[in-house]
Protein backbone atom coordinates (compact mmCIF):
# COMPACT_ATOMS: atom_id res chain seq x y z
CA UNK A 1 0.00 0.00 0.00
CA UNK A 2 1.41 3.39 -0.77
CA UNK A 3 1.12 6.41 1.65
CA UNK A 4 -1.89 8.52 1.67
CA UNK A 5 -1.76 11.21 -1.04
CA UNK A 6 -4.17 13.85 -3.21
CA UNK A 7 -4.92 11.19 -5.24
CA UNK A 8 -5.45 7.67 -3.13
CA UNK A 9 -8.32 6.62 -4.31
CA UNK A 10 -11.72 7.50 -2.37
CA UNK A 11 -14.42 6.42 -5.04
CA UNK A 12 -17.74 6.95 -4.66
CA UNK A 13 -20.88 8.50 -6.50
CA UNK A 14 -22.90 11.14 -4.47
CA UNK A 15 -26.12 10.37 -3.59
CA UNK A 16 -28.51 10.35 -6.58
CA UNK A 17 -30.68 13.11 -5.25
CA UNK A 18 -27.73 15.22 -5.32
CA UNK A 19 -26.30 14.27 -8.38
CA UNK A 20 -29.52 14.90 -10.34
CA UNK A 21 -30.02 18.61 -8.61
CA UNK A 22 -26.77 19.32 -9.63
CA UNK A 23 -27.06 18.02 -12.79
CA UNK A 24 -30.81 20.10 -13.26
CA UNK A 25 -29.36 23.59 -11.97
CA UNK A 26 -26.53 23.05 -14.80
CA UNK A 27 -29.02 22.28 -17.72
CA UNK A 28 -31.02 25.58 -16.31
CA UNK A 29 -28.53 27.66 -15.99
CA UNK A 30 -26.66 26.64 -19.49
CA UNK A 31 -30.13 27.12 -21.08
CA UNK A 32 -31.13 30.40 -19.06
CA UNK A 33 -27.78 31.68 -20.25
CA UNK A 34 -28.24 30.86 -24.30
CA UNK A 35 -28.95 33.93 -25.85
CA UNK A 36 -31.37 31.86 -28.36
CA UNK A 37 -32.91 29.85 -25.38
CA UNK A 38 -33.78 32.92 -23.76
CA UNK A 39 -35.24 34.62 -26.88
CA UNK A 40 -37.60 31.21 -27.37
CA UNK A 41 -38.12 30.86 -23.37
CA UNK A 42 -38.83 34.75 -22.61
CA UNK A 43 -38.32 37.62 -25.00
CA UNK A 44 -40.86 36.15 -27.60
CA UNK A 45 -43.74 35.01 -25.41
CA UNK A 46 -43.57 38.24 -23.18
CA UNK A 47 -43.64 40.11 -26.60
CA UNK A 48 -46.50 37.76 -28.36
CA UNK A 49 -48.21 38.87 -25.14
CA UNK A 50 -47.91 42.47 -24.91
CA UNK A 51 -48.31 42.97 -28.70
CA UNK A 52 -51.15 40.68 -28.79
CA UNK A 53 -53.40 42.37 -25.86
CA UNK A 54 -52.12 45.70 -27.35
CA UNK A 55 -53.15 45.22 -30.62
CA UNK A 56 -56.12 43.08 -30.20
CA UNK A 57 -57.83 46.03 -27.70
CA UNK A 58 -56.86 48.40 -30.11
CA UNK A 59 -58.79 46.85 -33.05
CA UNK A 60 -61.11 45.66 -30.67
CA UNK A 61 -60.73 41.62 -31.49
CA UNK A 62 -63.36 39.41 -30.91
CA UNK A 63 -62.44 35.72 -30.14
CA UNK A 64 -65.76 34.45 -30.07
CA UNK A 65 -66.36 35.04 -26.12
CA UNK A 66 -66.92 37.03 -23.46
CA UNK A 67 -63.66 37.30 -21.14
CA UNK A 68 -61.22 40.10 -21.21
CA UNK A 69 -58.55 39.43 -24.13
CA UNK A 70 -55.72 39.30 -21.62
CA UNK A 71 -57.42 36.56 -19.30
CA UNK A 72 -57.27 34.57 -22.69
CA UNK A 73 -54.05 35.30 -24.19
CA UNK A 74 -51.91 35.20 -20.90
CA UNK A 75 -52.77 31.56 -20.52
CA UNK A 76 -51.88 30.71 -24.40
CA UNK A 77 -48.54 32.59 -23.84
CA UNK A 78 -47.91 30.49 -20.42
CA UNK A 79 -48.40 27.24 -22.57
CA UNK A 80 -46.70 28.37 -25.66
CA UNK A 81 -43.79 29.35 -22.96
CA UNK A 82 -44.25 25.44 -21.95
CA UNK A 83 -44.09 23.91 -24.91
CA UNK A 84 -40.78 26.42 -26.41
CA UNK A 85 -39.15 25.10 -23.08
CA UNK A 86 -39.86 21.38 -23.31
CA UNK A 87 -39.47 20.89 -26.94
CA UNK A 88 -37.72 23.59 -28.87
CA UNK A 89 -34.82 24.18 -25.90
CA UNK A 90 -34.83 20.59 -25.20
CA UNK A 91 -34.64 19.36 -28.47
CA UNK A 92 -31.82 21.12 -29.51
CA UNK A 93 -29.75 21.42 -26.20
CA UNK A 94 -29.92 17.53 -26.11
CA UNK A 95 -29.29 17.12 -30.15
CA UNK A 96 -26.09 19.64 -29.45
CA UNK A 97 -24.85 17.28 -26.05
CA UNK A 98 -25.43 14.31 -28.16
CA UNK A 99 -22.81 16.15 -30.87
CA UNK A 100 -20.43 17.36 -28.36
CA UNK A 101 -19.99 14.11 -26.36
CA UNK A 102 -21.46 15.51 -23.30
CA UNK A 103 -24.04 12.51 -23.17
CA UNK A 104 -20.61 10.43 -23.55
CA UNK A 105 -18.90 12.23 -20.67
CA UNK A 106 -21.57 12.09 -18.87
CA UNK A 107 -22.02 8.64 -19.44
CA UNK A 108 -18.92 7.76 -17.52
CA UNK A 109 -19.81 9.68 -14.16
CA UNK A 110 -21.28 8.24 -11.24
CA UNK A 111 -25.15 10.12 -12.95
CA UNK A 112 -27.28 7.08 -14.24
CA UNK A 113 -29.37 7.33 -17.52
CA UNK A 114 -32.62 7.49 -15.43
CA UNK A 115 -30.65 10.55 -13.42
CA UNK A 116 -29.51 12.17 -16.36
CA UNK A 117 -33.75 12.42 -17.60
CA UNK A 118 -34.51 13.20 -14.28
CA UNK A 119 -31.82 15.93 -14.04
CA UNK A 120 -33.46 17.36 -17.58
CA UNK A 121 -37.07 17.30 -16.12
CA UNK A 122 -36.19 19.37 -13.75
CA UNK A 123 -34.36 21.89 -15.21
CA UNK A 124 -37.55 22.40 -17.31
CA UNK A 125 -39.24 22.62 -14.36
CA UNK A 126 -36.60 25.08 -13.05
CA UNK A 127 -36.98 27.25 -16.21
CA UNK A 128 -40.75 26.89 -16.25
CA UNK A 129 -40.50 28.98 -12.61
CA UNK A 130 -39.06 31.60 -14.26
CA UNK A 131 -41.41 32.35 -17.31
CA UNK A 132 -44.22 31.90 -15.15
CA UNK A 133 -42.90 34.50 -12.64
CA UNK A 134 -41.95 36.76 -16.06
CA UNK A 135 -45.49 36.25 -17.81
CA UNK A 136 -47.37 35.73 -14.65
CA UNK A 137 -45.53 39.44 -13.92
CA UNK A 138 -46.39 41.05 -17.50
CA UNK A 139 -50.32 39.34 -17.32
CA UNK A 140 -50.67 40.90 -14.28
CA UNK A 141 -49.28 44.65 -15.12
CA UNK A 142 -51.91 44.03 -18.37
CA UNK A 143 -54.93 43.53 -16.06
CA UNK A 144 -54.86 39.59 -15.89
CA UNK A 145 -57.50 38.14 -13.59
CA UNK A 146 -56.93 34.64 -12.90
CA UNK A 147 -59.66 32.41 -11.23
CA UNK A 148 -58.80 32.18 -7.48
CA UNK A 149 -58.39 28.80 -5.65
CA UNK A 150 -56.83 25.53 -4.94
CA UNK A 151 -59.08 24.21 -8.39
CA UNK A 152 -56.39 26.81 -10.52
CA UNK A 153 -53.41 25.74 -8.99
CA UNK A 154 -53.84 21.73 -9.45
CA UNK A 155 -55.78 22.15 -13.09
CA UNK A 156 -52.53 24.70 -14.22
CA UNK A 157 -50.13 21.57 -12.27
CA UNK A 158 -51.70 19.21 -14.19
CA UNK A 159 -51.26 20.88 -17.33
CA UNK A 160 -48.02 22.02 -16.84
CA UNK A 161 -46.47 18.09 -16.01
CA UNK A 162 -48.97 16.68 -18.77
CA UNK A 163 -47.57 19.25 -21.23
CA UNK A 164 -43.82 18.92 -20.31
CA UNK A 165 -44.29 15.09 -20.46
CA UNK A 166 -45.65 14.83 -24.39
CA UNK A 167 -43.60 18.06 -25.61
CA UNK A 168 -40.03 16.85 -24.15
CA UNK A 169 -41.12 13.14 -25.41
CA UNK A 170 -41.56 14.50 -28.86
CA UNK A 171 -38.76 17.05 -28.49
CA UNK A 172 -36.00 14.00 -27.56
CA UNK A 173 -37.36 12.19 -30.46
CA UNK A 174 -36.77 14.65 -32.82
CA UNK A 175 -32.87 14.93 -30.90
CA UNK A 176 -32.36 11.74 -31.30
CA UNK A 177 -33.18 10.73 -35.10
CA UNK A 178 -31.60 13.81 -36.26
CA UNK A 179 -28.41 15.43 -36.37
CA UNK A 180 -27.83 18.60 -34.20
CA UNK A 181 -28.21 21.18 -36.83
CA UNK A 182 -31.16 19.35 -38.03
CA UNK A 183 -32.51 19.04 -34.83
CA UNK A 184 -32.37 22.76 -34.60
CA UNK A 185 -33.91 23.77 -37.95
CA UNK A 186 -36.83 20.98 -37.44
CA UNK A 187 -37.60 22.10 -33.53
CA UNK A 188 -37.71 25.39 -34.80
CA UNK A 189 -39.93 25.25 -37.66
CA UNK A 190 -42.38 22.56 -35.82
CA UNK A 191 -42.45 26.14 -32.85
CA UNK A 192 -43.03 28.97 -35.46
CA UNK A 193 -45.82 26.50 -37.03
CA UNK A 194 -47.63 25.57 -33.69
CA UNK A 195 -47.21 29.18 -32.97
CA UNK A 196 -48.64 30.04 -36.07
CA UNK A 197 -52.01 27.11 -36.30
CA UNK A 198 -51.53 25.32 -33.11
CA UNK A 199 -53.92 27.20 -31.09
CA UNK A 200 -51.55 27.53 -28.53
CA UNK A 201 -51.94 30.95 -27.82
CA UNK A 202 -55.35 31.56 -29.63
CA UNK A 203 -58.05 30.21 -28.39
CA UNK A 204 -59.89 27.04 -30.70
CA UNK A 205 -62.91 29.20 -31.38
CA UNK A 206 -60.31 31.66 -33.35
CA UNK A 207 -59.45 28.95 -35.88
CA UNK A 208 -63.16 28.63 -37.00
CA UNK A 209 -63.78 24.79 -38.48
CA UNK A 210 -59.83 24.02 -38.47
CA UNK A 211 -60.26 23.97 -34.46
CA UNK A 212 -61.28 20.92 -34.53
CA UNK A 213 -58.66 19.29 -35.60
CA UNK A 214 -56.12 21.97 -33.93
CA UNK A 215 -58.07 20.44 -30.84
CA UNK A 216 -56.11 17.28 -30.94
CA UNK A 217 -52.85 18.82 -31.25
CA UNK A 218 -49.94 18.64 -28.18
CA UNK A 219 -50.27 22.59 -28.62
CA UNK A 220 -53.91 23.17 -29.03
CA UNK A 221 -54.58 20.31 -26.00
CA UNK A 222 -51.71 22.00 -23.55
CA UNK A 223 -53.08 25.74 -24.80
CA UNK A 224 -56.61 24.42 -23.95
CA UNK A 225 -55.59 22.60 -20.81
CA UNK A 226 -54.09 26.02 -19.58
CA UNK A 227 -56.67 28.39 -20.46
CA UNK A 228 -59.34 26.25 -18.68
CA UNK A 229 -56.97 26.08 -15.62
CA UNK A 230 -56.70 29.62 -15.45
CA UNK A 231 -60.19 30.75 -16.61
CA UNK A 232 -62.40 28.19 -14.98
CA UNK A 233 -60.26 26.70 -12.31
CA UNK A 234 -60.89 23.03 -12.97
CA UNK A 235 -58.54 20.74 -14.71
CA UNK A 236 -59.61 20.20 -18.63
CA UNK A 237 -59.80 15.81 -18.20
CA UNK A 238 -60.07 16.26 -22.40
CA UNK A 239 -56.89 17.86 -23.04
CA UNK A 240 -54.86 16.12 -20.43
CA UNK A 241 -56.18 12.89 -22.37
CA UNK A 242 -54.94 14.69 -25.40
CA UNK A 243 -51.92 15.19 -23.84
CA UNK A 244 -51.21 11.26 -22.78
CA UNK A 245 -51.90 10.13 -25.39
CA UNK A 246 -49.40 12.20 -27.47
CA UNK A 247 -47.06 11.51 -24.51
CA UNK A 248 -47.50 7.96 -24.47
CA UNK A 249 -46.42 8.51 -28.63
CA UNK A 250 -43.83 10.30 -28.25
CA UNK A 251 -41.87 8.10 -25.13
CA UNK A 252 -42.77 4.77 -27.40
CA UNK A 253 -40.98 6.54 -30.45
CA UNK A 254 -38.16 8.36 -27.97
CA UNK A 255 -37.18 4.73 -26.61
CA UNK A 256 -37.30 2.95 -30.01
CA UNK A 257 -35.33 5.23 -31.22
CA UNK A 258 -33.17 7.03 -29.48
CA UNK A 259 -29.51 6.70 -28.84
CA UNK A 260 -27.72 8.35 -25.91
CA UNK A 261 -24.32 8.74 -28.20
CA UNK B 1 -15.16 -6.13 -31.82
CA UNK B 2 -15.98 -5.41 -35.43
CA UNK B 3 -17.13 -2.38 -37.20
CA UNK B 4 -19.30 -3.31 -40.42
CA UNK B 5 -16.42 -5.70 -42.31
CA UNK B 6 -13.65 -4.08 -40.54
CA UNK B 7 -12.31 -5.66 -37.54
CA UNK B 8 -10.94 -3.14 -34.87
CA UNK B 9 -9.78 -5.25 -32.04
CA UNK B 10 -9.48 -8.73 -32.52
CA UNK B 11 -8.57 -11.59 -30.39
CA UNK B 12 -6.14 -8.71 -28.20
CA UNK B 13 -5.84 -10.26 -24.77
CA UNK B 14 -4.06 -8.42 -21.81
CA UNK B 15 -4.18 -7.80 -17.89
CA UNK B 16 -3.59 -4.53 -16.09
CA UNK B 17 -1.73 -4.66 -12.80
CA UNK B 18 -3.07 -2.51 -10.16
CA UNK B 19 -1.12 0.67 -8.78
CA UNK B 20 0.45 0.80 -12.60
CA UNK B 21 0.69 2.72 -15.71
CA UNK B 22 0.06 0.46 -18.27
CA UNK B 23 0.53 1.80 -22.07
CA UNK B 24 -1.57 0.78 -24.96
CA UNK B 25 1.03 1.71 -28.09
CA UNK B 26 -0.35 1.81 -31.47
CA UNK B 27 -0.57 3.87 -34.92
CA UNK B 28 -4.15 5.08 -35.36
CA UNK B 29 -6.36 3.16 -36.41
CA UNK B 30 -5.08 0.28 -34.27
CA UNK B 31 -7.94 -0.35 -32.27
CA UNK B 32 -6.74 1.70 -29.08
CA UNK B 33 -10.09 3.45 -28.39
CA UNK B 34 -12.25 0.39 -29.20
CA UNK B 35 -9.92 -1.58 -26.27
CA UNK B 36 -10.43 1.01 -23.47
CA UNK B 37 -14.30 2.08 -24.81
CA UNK B 38 -14.94 -1.97 -24.02
CA UNK B 39 -13.27 -1.38 -20.72
CA UNK B 40 -15.49 1.62 -19.88
CA UNK B 41 -18.42 0.01 -20.70
CA UNK B 42 -19.49 2.29 -24.28
CA UNK B 43 -19.03 -1.19 -26.31
CA UNK B 44 -20.44 -4.42 -26.01
CA UNK B 45 -17.54 -7.32 -26.57
CA UNK B 46 -18.85 -9.42 -29.74
CA UNK B 47 -16.64 -12.37 -28.15
CA UNK B 48 -14.32 -12.43 -25.19
CA UNK B 49 -14.52 -11.35 -21.72
CA UNK B 50 -13.61 -8.03 -20.37
CA UNK B 51 -13.62 -7.96 -16.51
CA UNK B 52 -12.48 -4.45 -14.56
CA UNK B 53 -11.78 -4.18 -10.84
CA UNK B 54 -13.31 -7.88 -11.33
CA UNK B 55 -16.35 -6.28 -12.75
CA UNK B 56 -18.53 -6.81 -16.30
CA UNK B 57 -18.12 -2.87 -17.45
CA UNK B 58 -21.95 -3.84 -18.97
CA UNK B 59 -23.78 -5.70 -16.81
CA UNK B 60 -22.01 -3.87 -13.06
CA UNK B 61 -22.06 -0.48 -15.29
CA UNK B 62 -23.34 1.29 -11.82
CA UNK B 63 -21.05 -0.20 -9.88
CA UNK B 64 -17.89 0.28 -11.99
CA UNK B 65 -18.53 4.14 -13.25
CA UNK B 66 -18.20 5.37 -9.89
CA UNK B 67 -14.79 3.98 -9.32
CA UNK B 68 -13.12 4.50 -12.49
CA UNK B 69 -12.00 7.82 -14.40
CA UNK B 70 -12.41 8.28 -17.79
CA UNK B 71 -10.90 10.52 -20.06
CA UNK B 72 -11.97 10.95 -23.66
CA UNK B 73 -10.23 11.33 -26.40
CA UNK B 74 -11.67 14.99 -27.34
CA UNK B 75 -15.00 17.00 -26.57
CA UNK B 76 -17.23 16.16 -23.71
CA UNK B 77 -18.28 19.09 -22.67
CA UNK B 78 -21.03 21.75 -22.88
CA UNK B 79 -19.87 24.30 -25.91
CA UNK B 80 -21.06 27.06 -23.51
CA UNK B 81 -20.08 25.94 -19.93
CA UNK B 82 -16.94 27.62 -18.21
CA UNK B 83 -14.09 25.18 -17.57
CA UNK B 84 -14.67 25.68 -13.62
CA UNK B 85 -17.84 25.04 -13.87
CA UNK B 86 -17.46 21.71 -16.05
CA UNK B 87 -15.07 20.59 -13.46
CA UNK B 88 -16.67 21.49 -10.52
CA UNK B 89 -20.01 19.87 -11.60
CA UNK B 90 -18.47 16.57 -12.43
CA UNK B 91 -17.02 16.96 -8.85
CA UNK B 92 -20.31 17.57 -7.66
CA UNK B 93 -21.21 14.09 -9.00
CA UNK B 94 -18.98 12.35 -6.71
CA UNK B 95 -19.08 11.78 -2.95
CA UNK B 96 -15.36 12.32 -2.09
CA UNK B 97 -13.78 14.74 -5.06
CA UNK B 98 -10.55 16.15 -5.02
CA UNK B 99 -10.66 20.06 -4.18
CA UNK B 100 -10.86 21.74 -7.66
CA UNK B 101 -9.55 24.34 -7.26
CA UNK B 102 -5.99 22.78 -6.16
CA UNK B 103 -6.54 20.08 -9.56
CA UNK B 104 -7.18 23.39 -11.75
CA UNK B 105 -3.64 24.53 -10.98
CA UNK B 106 -1.92 21.49 -10.92
CA UNK B 107 -2.72 20.86 -14.60
CA UNK B 108 -2.36 25.03 -14.93
CA UNK B 109 -6.39 25.63 -15.63
CA UNK B 110 -6.29 28.60 -13.28
CA UNK B 111 -6.18 31.27 -15.95
CA UNK B 112 -9.26 30.22 -18.24
CA UNK B 113 -11.41 28.92 -15.63
CA UNK B 114 -13.91 31.73 -16.52
CA UNK B 115 -13.70 30.76 -20.73
CA UNK B 116 -16.15 28.90 -22.03
CA UNK B 117 -15.43 25.34 -23.58
CA UNK B 118 -15.57 26.28 -27.21
CA UNK B 119 -12.76 28.68 -26.82
CA UNK B 120 -10.39 26.61 -24.91
CA UNK B 121 -7.36 25.91 -26.69
CA UNK B 122 -6.55 22.23 -27.58
CA UNK B 123 -4.47 21.19 -24.87
CA UNK B 124 -6.80 23.30 -22.42
CA UNK B 125 -9.46 21.28 -23.34
CA UNK B 126 -7.11 18.03 -23.24
CA UNK B 127 -6.24 18.95 -19.53
CA UNK B 128 -9.54 19.86 -18.66
CA UNK B 129 -10.64 16.40 -19.75
CA UNK B 130 -7.95 14.89 -17.34
CA UNK B 131 -9.20 16.75 -14.77
CA UNK B 132 -12.69 15.64 -15.02
CA UNK B 133 -11.26 11.87 -14.80
CA UNK B 134 -9.58 12.68 -11.91
CA UNK B 135 -12.06 14.74 -9.56
CA UNK B 136 -13.51 11.87 -8.47
CA UNK B 137 -10.85 9.94 -7.11
CA UNK B 138 -11.33 6.92 -9.30
CA UNK B 139 -9.36 3.72 -8.06
CA UNK B 140 -8.34 3.26 -11.86
CA UNK B 141 -8.32 5.78 -14.83
CA UNK B 142 -8.63 5.20 -18.77
CA UNK B 143 -6.99 8.07 -20.04
CA UNK B 144 -7.06 8.19 -24.01
CA UNK B 145 -4.11 9.76 -25.88
CA UNK B 146 -3.75 12.17 -22.59
CA UNK B 147 -0.87 14.65 -24.53
CA UNK B 148 -2.04 14.51 -27.98
CA UNK B 149 -1.84 17.95 -28.91
CA UNK B 150 -0.61 19.86 -25.87
CA UNK B 151 2.36 22.13 -25.69
CA UNK B 152 5.91 20.49 -24.39
CA UNK B 153 5.54 22.11 -21.08
CA UNK B 154 1.76 20.52 -20.93
CA UNK B 155 3.19 17.10 -21.75
CA UNK B 156 6.12 17.30 -18.62
CA UNK B 157 3.09 18.13 -16.25
CA UNK B 158 0.69 15.80 -17.30
CA UNK B 159 3.24 12.94 -17.00
CA UNK B 160 4.33 14.15 -13.55
CA UNK B 161 0.76 14.09 -12.85
CA UNK B 162 0.53 10.45 -13.93
CA UNK B 163 3.22 9.55 -11.89
CA UNK B 164 1.81 11.20 -8.69
CA UNK B 165 -1.21 9.32 -9.72
CA UNK B 166 1.15 5.59 -9.84
CA UNK B 167 2.48 7.13 -6.02
CA UNK B 168 -0.38 7.49 -4.72
CA UNK B 169 -2.23 4.02 -5.55
CA UNK B 170 -4.31 5.14 -8.72
CA UNK B 171 -4.25 2.23 -11.41
CA UNK B 172 -3.77 4.21 -14.96
CA UNK B 173 -3.98 3.04 -18.78
CA UNK B 174 -3.50 5.43 -21.29
CA UNK B 175 -3.50 5.26 -24.79
CA UNK B 176 -0.67 6.78 -27.04
CA UNK B 177 0.73 6.84 -30.24
CA UNK B 178 4.00 8.70 -28.92
CA UNK B 179 6.62 6.14 -28.14
CA UNK B 180 8.45 8.36 -26.11
CA UNK B 181 5.40 8.40 -24.15
CA UNK B 182 5.29 4.79 -23.60
CA UNK B 183 9.08 4.89 -22.73
CA UNK B 184 9.20 7.59 -20.06
CA UNK B 185 5.77 6.82 -18.45
CA UNK B 186 4.63 2.94 -18.74
CA UNK B 187 5.46 -0.18 -16.32
CA UNK B 188 4.06 -2.02 -18.92
CA UNK B 189 3.73 -1.68 -22.98
CA UNK B 190 1.37 -3.11 -25.24
CA UNK B 191 1.86 -2.41 -28.71
CA UNK B 192 -0.93 -2.94 -30.97
CA UNK B 193 -1.58 -3.17 -34.37
CA UNK B 194 -4.71 -3.64 -36.56
CA UNK B 195 -6.32 -4.46 -33.51
CA UNK B 196 -3.76 -7.25 -32.61
CA UNK B 197 -1.17 -7.61 -29.60
CA UNK B 198 2.06 -7.86 -31.27
CA UNK B 199 4.12 -7.01 -28.48
CA UNK B 200 4.24 -6.69 -24.45
CA UNK B 201 6.34 -5.94 -21.72
CA UNK B 202 8.60 -3.27 -19.71
CA UNK B 203 10.46 -0.67 -21.74
CA UNK B 204 13.35 -2.05 -20.54
CA UNK B 205 12.16 -5.51 -21.63
CA UNK B 206 11.13 -4.54 -25.02
CA UNK B 207 13.82 -2.12 -26.23
CA UNK B 208 16.63 -4.75 -24.85
CA UNK B 209 15.34 -7.43 -26.51
CA UNK B 210 17.60 -10.11 -24.89
CA UNK B 211 20.86 -8.06 -24.98
CA UNK B 212 20.14 -6.62 -28.42
CA UNK B 213 22.05 -3.78 -29.13
CA UNK B 214 22.11 -1.75 -32.22
CA UNK B 215 24.84 -0.04 -33.93
CA UNK B 216 24.61 2.72 -36.70
CA UNK B 217 26.88 3.09 -39.10
CA UNK B 218 26.37 5.96 -41.24
CA UNK B 219 28.81 6.47 -43.87
CA UNK B 220 30.59 9.31 -46.45
CA UNK B 221 29.90 7.56 -50.11
CA UNK B 222 27.70 5.44 -50.95
CA UNK B 223 28.01 1.21 -49.75
CA UNK B 224 29.45 -0.40 -52.45
CA UNK B 225 27.43 -3.37 -54.31
CA UNK B 226 27.06 -5.89 -51.56
CA UNK B 227 27.93 -3.96 -48.84
CA UNK B 228 25.04 -5.46 -46.49
CA UNK B 229 25.83 -9.26 -46.96
CA UNK B 230 29.47 -9.07 -46.34
CA UNK B 231 29.11 -6.97 -43.23
CA UNK B 232 26.68 -9.38 -41.97
CA UNK B 233 28.83 -12.47 -43.14
CA UNK B 234 32.36 -10.37 -41.20
CA UNK B 235 29.90 -10.14 -37.88
CA UNK B 236 28.54 -13.91 -37.93
CA UNK B 237 24.69 -15.27 -37.95
CA UNK B 238 23.36 -13.78 -35.17
CA UNK B 239 23.26 -10.52 -36.02
CA UNK B 240 20.77 -8.56 -38.72
CA UNK B 241 21.87 -5.67 -41.25
CA UNK B 242 19.46 -3.07 -42.42
CA UNK B 243 20.33 -0.57 -45.12
CA UNK B 244 18.70 2.02 -43.90
CA UNK B 245 19.25 4.35 -46.89
CA UNK B 246 22.50 4.44 -49.29
CA UNK B 247 24.47 5.81 -46.38
CA UNK B 248 23.41 4.38 -43.42
CA UNK B 249 22.78 0.92 -42.14
CA UNK B 250 21.98 -0.43 -38.69
CA UNK B 251 23.46 -3.52 -37.39
CA UNK B 252 20.89 -5.28 -34.72
CA UNK B 253 22.52 -8.08 -32.71
CA UNK B 254 24.34 -9.63 -29.55
CA UNK B 255 25.71 -7.33 -27.35
CA UNK B 256 29.52 -8.10 -27.37
CA UNK B 257 32.79 -5.67 -27.41
CA UNK B 258 34.05 -7.10 -30.21
CA UNK B 259 31.08 -5.87 -32.84
CA UNK B 260 32.34 -2.71 -32.72
CA UNK B 261 35.27 -3.35 -33.51
CA UNK B 262 34.51 -5.59 -36.04
CA UNK B 263 32.17 -3.10 -38.00
CA UNK B 264 35.22 -0.18 -37.91
CA UNK B 265 37.64 -2.98 -39.81
CA UNK B 266 34.64 -4.10 -42.28
CA UNK B 267 35.02 -0.34 -43.11
CA UNK B 268 38.21 -0.82 -43.77
CA UNK B 269 38.55 -3.63 -45.43
CA UNK B 270 36.26 -2.06 -47.71
CA UNK B 271 37.41 1.05 -47.75
CA UNK B 272 34.34 2.74 -46.64
CA UNK B 273 34.94 6.09 -44.17
CA UNK B 274 32.47 6.26 -41.57
CA UNK B 275 30.57 9.56 -40.70
CA UNK B 276 29.31 8.42 -37.52
CA UNK B 277 29.31 4.80 -36.04
CA UNK B 278 27.11 4.55 -32.36
CA UNK B 279 26.28 1.92 -30.55
CA UNK B 280 22.72 1.81 -28.59
CA UNK B 281 19.93 0.45 -26.89
CA UNK B 282 17.23 0.22 -29.24
CA UNK B 283 15.04 2.55 -28.65
CA UNK B 284 10.86 1.76 -28.54
CA UNK B 285 10.74 3.21 -31.80
CA UNK B 286 13.17 0.20 -33.58
CA UNK B 287 11.00 -2.21 -31.80
CA UNK B 288 8.26 -0.46 -33.07
CA UNK B 289 8.57 0.00 -36.23
CA UNK B 290 10.54 -3.84 -36.57
CA UNK B 291 7.30 -4.82 -35.33
CA UNK B 292 4.42 -3.36 -36.92
CA UNK B 293 6.48 -3.24 -40.63
CA UNK B 294 7.34 -7.08 -40.31
CA UNK B 295 3.14 -7.26 -39.36
CA UNK B 296 2.29 -5.66 -42.77
CA UNK B 297 4.28 -7.71 -44.94
CA UNK B 298 3.18 -11.00 -43.07
CA UNK B 299 -0.10 -10.05 -43.50
CA UNK B 300 -2.61 -12.45 -41.11
CA UNK B 301 -0.07 -13.72 -39.45
CA UNK B 302 -0.50 -13.64 -35.52
CA UNK B 303 1.96 -12.54 -33.33
CA UNK B 304 2.07 -13.03 -29.11
Same mark, same amino acid.
Request: contains cysteine; glycine residues 12%.
Given at each position: ?19 ? &???? $? ?15 ? &? ?60 ? #? ?11 ? %??? #? ?36 ? $? ?5 ? %? ?5 ? %? ?15 ? %? ?68 ? #??? | ?10 ? /? ?25 ? +? ?41 ? *? ?28 ? +? ?13 ? *? ?5 ? /? ?99 ? /? ?7 ? /? ?21 ? +? ?37
Amino acid at each position: MSEAGVFTPMPGGAPITRQV &VAQA $LMEAKLMLRNGEQLLLA &VVIPVMVLIGGVTAGNAIDLDLGTDRALVDILTPGVLALAIMSTSFTSLAIATGFERRYGVI #KRLGASPLPRTGL %LAG #KVLALGCVQLVQLFIIGGVGQILGWTPAAGFGTVLAFF $LAIAMGT %LAFASLG %LFVAGVLRAEATLAAAN %LIYLLLLAGGAVVLPLTAYGAYGGVAHWLPSGALGEAVRIAFLDGVPAWRDLGVLLIWAVLGSTLTARTF #KWE | MTYGDKTAVDG /LSLSVAEGSITAVLGPNGAGKTTTLET +CEGYRRPQQGTVRVLGLDPIADRKQLLPRIGVMLQGQGAWSGV *RAMEMLKHIARLHAHPLDVDYLAERLGLGE +CGRTPYRRLSGGQQQ *RLGLAMA /LVGRPELVFVDEPTAGMDPQGRRTTWELLRELRTDGVTVVLTTHYLEEAEELADQVHIIDRGRMIASGSPLELTRGGATATVRLVVTKPFPPGARESLRQA /LGEDTEVTL /LDERSMRVTGKADPTTLAKVSRW +CEENEVLPESLTLGRRSLEDVFLDLTGELHLTDGVEHV
